[in-house]
Nanobody, 116 residues
């Protein structure tokens, strides 16, 4: 079992920045990748960034150049730095842990709201 707890969401003006954090606990040795998803009402959850245990990263095209995923292994924490926020970035952001082939563990989500 893996437990994930997100923090760092909030209300920010367009053009601003936020850093989301995701603290992992439990069977973290089994995790081979961590991802950040986001979801708006009525739409499917979207993977915006991921980082593997080897440090490889990938991003959705819509966030490339503005979002940066990183991790601190000593703290068992993954971060999502979000810069140049846009109103369309408004969503609930979820942290997820991938075990082998699928993201099986999820945090509770943190709301990010961007005002224009």
């Amino acid at each position: 079992q893996v437990q994930l707890v997100e923090s760092g969401g909030g209300l920010v003006q367009a053009g601003g920045s936020l850093r989301l954090s995701c603290a992992a606990s439990g069977s973290i040795f089994s995790i081979d990748a961590m991802g950040w998803y986001r979801q708006v009402p009525g739409k499917q959850r979207e993977l915006v960034a991921a980082i593997t245990s080897g440090g490889s990263t990938n991003y959705a095209d819509s966030v490339k150049g503005r979002f940066t995923i990183s991790r601190d292994n000593a703290k068992n924490t993954v971060y999502l730095q979000i810069n140049s926020l846009k109103p369309e970035d408004t969503a609930v952001y979820y942290c997820a842990a991938r075990i082998k082939y699928s993201y099986d563990y999820w945090g509770q989500g943190t709301q990010v709201t961007v005002s224009s």
